[in-house]
């Protein structure tokens, strides 16, 4: 009995060491689908509601590893990445889905599961239905928090489950007060002062998928 436990208590620290060995060098595509919310705050005409971007991000994610026997590691995203929320008379159904595209680099930090970054961006194309010209827009900077989850390992590479949170940084626009574009459709109250407080900030929500190859 007691060779058995011996045997035993072996195997688990065995399996703990492996489990804990940090994952290679590695690279592959993802996709994800994201829904965001302007949360700055609102003219007194409008409504903010959640909106799908429509077109998912993707992308090229890279792993390079920081530890031997931790799952440690840096991760940057190569990406377009797309945002939007949704925008609502106050006293009527008229409704505008505004879409902002950035190509993108998110350098990141993974621990175990957890992965924070920051993602920068230029910005590519926007539109609301009307398509925007971006030297109105800011460049993007967002911070993100989530989680990389694997759901198939091999000696080839792994597929992840991916999610997390971001909040962009930055204004959407360089001067909210001059380049607003629904300011036609909802102008403003002549009581209420028109700020670059107005000035959207989209917190975001994504999940995907990926694949990394083991380099």
Not at 66 to 80: R, V
Request: hydrophobic letters at 40%; one cysteine or more; aromatic letters at 18%.
């Amino acid at each position: 009995m007691r060779k058995i436990s011996v045997i035993l208590f072996s195997i688990i620290l065995l399996y703990s060491s492996k489990a804990q060995l940090n994952y290679p060098l590695s690279a592959g595509p993802f996709l994800s689908a994201k829904t965001g919310y302007n949360t700055s705050y609102s003219p007194w005409e409008r409504k903010n509601l959640f909106a799908f971007n429509g077109l998912p991000d993707f992308g090229l994610s890279f792993y390079i590893p920081a530890s031997d026997e931790y799952k440690l590691g840096w991760m940057f995203d190569l990406a377009l990445s797309t945002y939007a929320y949704q925008v609502k008379g106050t006293n009527s159904d008229t409704k505008f889905a505004m879409k902002y595209s950035y190509f993108a680099l998110c350098p990141g930090f993974y621990y175990s599961g957890i992965y924070a970054g920051i993602n920068l961006g230029l910005p590519v194309f926007a539109d609301y239905g009307v398509k925007l010209e971006t030297n109105t827009l800011n460049i993007l900077a967002e911070v993100r928090i989530g989680g990389i989850i694997p759901v198939i390992e091999d000696e080839t590479g792994r597929v992840n489950i991916l999610f997390h949170c971001g909040y962009m940084l930055t204004g959407i626009y360089k001067d909210f007060v001059k380049d607003d574009p629904l300011i036609q459709h909802f102008p403003p109250d002549s009581s209420q002062n028109f700020t670059s407080e107005f000035n959207p900030h989209t917190l975001s929500f994504s999940l995907g998928l990926n694949y990394m190859f083991n380099l």
